[in-house]
């Protein structure tokens, strides 16, 4: 599925539907340049989610959890890992595979580690089509 989003409210928008239609165990795998808007997206995921607390990226503590909606959300910044090793290191497999759900920004640098049914949401610029828009991808 594609959406368009025209601004950062479009894009917050659409993490919400994704957000809203989460199941537990479902891992989001999300991807995109910085700047993109993945932590607006992801935002408007929390959101979808019932969850009412500040949501940031967690760079540099790697995962942060919110525990406060209607599922857990496990929401992983994996920019600065350096090999899988470290992600065994903080325990992936027990976030990966609980009653919550994950969503992975920078998922590509951990690929291997992910399962096969793992939904994948790329986020591109296009500015041929204005300073704003951005082109969702999600299969």
Not at 39 to 46: H, R
Not at 76 to 82: G, M, N, P
Request: hydrophobic share 35%; glycine share 8%.
């Amino acid at each position: 599925m594609i959406y368009e989003s025209f601004s950062a409210e479009d894009t917050k928008k659409v993490g919400n539907e994704l957000g809203n239609n989460a199941r537990k165990g479902q891992i989001y795998c999300l991807i995109g340049d910085l700047g993109v808007g993945k932590t607006v997206f992801t935002k408007g995921f929390a959101e979808g989610l019932e969850i009412d607390e500040h949501i940031t990226s967690p760079t540099f503590t790697i995962v942060n959890e919110y525990n406060c909606g209607r599922l857990p959300f496990n929401h992983f910044d994996v920019y600065r890992i350096e090999d899988a090793d470290e992600m065994y290191e903080i325990g992936y497999e027990e976030y990966f595979y609980d009653e919550g759900v994950c969503l992975v920004e920078w998922a590509n640098l951990i690929e291997e580690l992910l399962p096969d049914d793992a939904i994948w949401i790329k986020i591109e610029k296009d500015l041929d089509k204005g300073l704003d828009y951005r082109k969702i991808t999600v299969s």
